[in-house]
């Protein structure tokens, strides 16, 4: 099966750098992915780590370390409205179902 | 700009009633997803399906329904609503992952906010 560890919450001041983490137990899987959710939105996709390194899309950056069981997003020049939950998720590549599976996800906080 | 589609958007019945939330999606994609999502919380899916006429039950028992008639639909149904119930719903979409390095993009709709009074 699959289990990920997510901070409940994060806070930072606009203009940082924060990280997110994401720890995982599972017995195989093909890539890890990040979701953003504002508050009474819809999960968007962010990024998708395939191979162990680090993946840029502008201001956010995802990595993952198989053989650490871990993963991070990376925001930079943080902004108000990247106040979110932020979710990561693994596909798993036994079982055949293919079908994502999430962590609770972290509340990022951003003050002015 | 993803095209899927949710309605109604808020829903507020009393228990014991019928109830069917829609989606619909013109991308194509051939898997289809609900989860059910309490505000603050993890998502839970209840129910996917690889394609027409293929369901399956997610990792919530949620007492509701689905059907795959067309590609593009995906209504969820429950057969007797109830305060417990009450919650977000949330459907998405996306394609069937032909390689190891493709990320299974979920595209997800606006939601449904349900209330079961």
């Known amino acids: 099966g699959q289990s990920l560890e997510q901070p409940s919450e994060v806070t930072a001041v606009e203009g940082a750098i924060v990280q997110i983490n994401c720890t995982y137990q599972t017995s195989g899987f093909y890539g890890l992915s990040w979701y953003q959710q504002h508050d009474g939105g819809a999960p968007t996709f962010l990024s998708y780590?395939?191979?162990?390194g680090l993946e840029e899309t502008g201001r956010f950056s995802s990595f993952l370390s198989r053989s650490d069981s871990y993963g991070y997003l990376l925001l930079q020049e943080l902004q108000m409205k990247d106040s979110a939950s932020y979710f990561c998720a693994v596909r798993p590549a036994s079982g055949g179902s293919y079908i994502p599976t999430f962590g609770r996800g972290t509340s990022l906080i951003v003050h002015p | 700009e993803a095209d899927i589609y949710q309605t109604p958007r808020y829903l507020v019945i009393g228990t014991g009633k019928k109830i069917t939330l829609e989606c619909s999606q013109t991308m194509g994609h051939d898997k289809m997803y609900w989860y059910q999502q309490d505000p603050g919380m993890e998502l839970h899916l209840i129910h996917y399906?690889?394609?027409?006429?293929?369901?399956e039950k997610g990792d919530l028992s949620s007492e509701s329904t689905v059907s795959r008639i067309r590609t593009e639909h995906f209504p969820l149904t429950l057969e007797s609503a109830r305060p417990s119930h009450t919650s977000q719903y949330l459907c998405a979409s996306s394609e069937w992952e032909g390689a190891q390095r493709s990320a299974g993009e979920q595209y997800f709709g606006p939601g449904t906010r349900l209330t079961v009074t």
């Open positions: 399906s690889y394609g027409v006429n293929s369901t």
């Open positions: 780590n395939a191979l162990d």
